[in-house]
């Protein structure tokens, strides 16, 4: 069994800046890519950032030169720098990643999601 636990989220001011975390534990045999999303309410889950074990980055559409995803392959730990924050992401982050349990076995997990508000 695998677990995603994200942290990092609160109440920040236009403009400003968090950094999210997210530590991957349980039976993991190793990990490929790692991610996250996010979801505002009366909205669809979106991409915001993934990374693949090898470092290709690719980043949403809205995210692009403010946001900068990064993982620690020692800690199965993916990050999240968000600056120059707006209103308008204002949401619950999700953390998404491939496990692999077992060399040819793999599970694709969510975290439980944490909360980002941007507001003044």
């Known amino acids: 069994q695998v677990q995603l636990v994200e942290s990092g989220g609160g109440l920040v001011q236009p403009g400003g800046s968090l950094r999210l975390s997210c530590a991957a534990s349980?039976?993991?045999?190793?990990?490929?890519?790692m991610g996250w999303y996010r979801q505002a309410p009366g909205n669809q889950r979106e991409l915001v950032a993934t990374?693949?074990?090898?470092?290709?980055?690719n980043y949403g559409d809205s995210v692009k030169g403010r946001f900068t995803i990064s993982r620690d392959n020692a800690k199965n730990t993916v990050y999240l720098q968000m600056n120059s924050l707006k209103p308008e992401d204002t949401a619950v982050y999700y953390c998404?990643?491939?496990?692999?349990?077992?060399?040819?076995?793999?599970?694709?997990?969510w975290g439980k999601g944490t909360l980002v508000t941007v507001s003044s």
């Open positions: 998404n990643a491939l496990i692999y349990v077992k060399a040819t076995t793999s599970i694709n997990a």
């Open positions: 349980g039976s993991i045999f190793s990990m490929n890519a």
């Open positions: 990374i693949r074990a090898g470092g290709t980055i």
